[in-house]
């Protein structure tokens, strides 16, 4: 059973920076893929990014060149860095986990085993 536990999230001004770490407990960390998917009030839970074992790196359409996800293998933890921060950026962020999700389904929140509770960002004026 893997625990992820978020943090970093917050307010911040449009053209911000943020950080986001999540911590992972209770598994083998490097043996692992993570992604970050985030949610706003109404809206479908969306993919972000995600970084795979090898430490090959995936990226949601929107967030491309502007998030940069990154794994430290010896600290149990994933990172996002988060630049060029817009309004429509803001959601509930969440970490998730599985160890043997393949390729093509990256993408699809439906297939990680594993959640944190999120953090919320919120960038506004």
């Known amino acids: 059973q893997v625990q992820l536990v978020e943090s970093g999230g917050g307010l911040v001004q449009p053209g911000g920076s943020l950080r986001l770490s999540c911590v992972a407990s209770?598994?083998?960390?490097?043996?692992?893929?993570f992604g970050w998917f985030r949610q706003a009030p109404g809206k479908e839970r969306e993919f972000v990014a995600a970084?795979?074992?090898?430490?090959?790196?995936h990226y949601g359409d929107s967030v491309k060149g502007r998030f940069t996800i990154s794994r430290d293998n010896a600290k149990n933890t994933v990172y996002l860095q988060m630049n060029s921060l817009k309004p429509d950026d803001s959601a509930v962020y969440y970490c998730?986990?599985?160890?043997?999700?393949?390729?093509?389904?990256?993408?699809?929140?439906?297939?990680?085993?594993?959640w944190g509770q999120g953090t919320q960002v919120t960038v506004s004026s």
């Open positions: 970084i795979r074992y090898s430490r090959t790196t």
């Open positions: 998730a986990a599985d160890a043997g999700i393949i390729l093509s389904s990256i993408p699809y929140h439906q297939n990680y085993d594993y």
């Open positions: 209770g598994g083998t960390f490097s043996r692992y893929t």
